[in-house]
Nanobody
Framework: QVQLVESGGGLAQPGGSLRLSCAASGFTLDTYAIGWFRQAPGKEREGVACIISSDGSTHYTGSVKGRFTISRDNAKNTVYLQMNSLKPEDTAVYYC?????????????????WGQGTQVTVSS
């Protein structure tokens, strides 16, 4: 049973930081790619960051590059998203997802297994 569980969301002030965790079970993390996505009310889901766990290659959307860092601990089967310099527009529900059709971190990738999400709110 593939399971992804996000944690670490909460309320932060603009300029603050949060670290999200995605705990994976039911598969070996180091053979897959894991992506972080977010969705704000009234907006479409947006890809934020992705990591190919086998070699650590990372990809980011332009709006978070330089502020967010995705990483993984294969021994703990966990992927992290460190979010710094947070902005109100970062407010969203954040999800992690498993790419099941390969390990490409492509925007068209087959991310078919999703966690429940964790709320991030950035407000003063």
């Amino acid at each position: 049973q593939v399971q992804l569980v996000e944690s670490g969301g909460g309320l932060a002030q603009p300029g603050g930081s949060l670290r999200l965790s995605c705990a994976a079970s039911g598969f070996t993390l180091d053979t897959y790619a894991i992506g972080w996505f977010r969705q704000a009310p009234g907006k479409e889901r947006e890809g934020v960051a992705c990591i190919i766990s086998s070699d650590g290659s990372t990809h980011y959307t332009g709006s978070v590059k330089g502020r967010f860092t995705i990483s993984r601990d294969n021994a703990k089967n966990t992927v992290y998203l460190q979010m710094n310099s947070l902005k109100p527009e970062d407010t969203a529900v954040y999800y992690c997802a498993l790419e099941t059709g390969g390990s490409t971190c492509s925007a068209r990738g087959d991310f078919s297994s999703w966690g429940q999400g964790t709320q991030v709110t950035v407000s003063s």
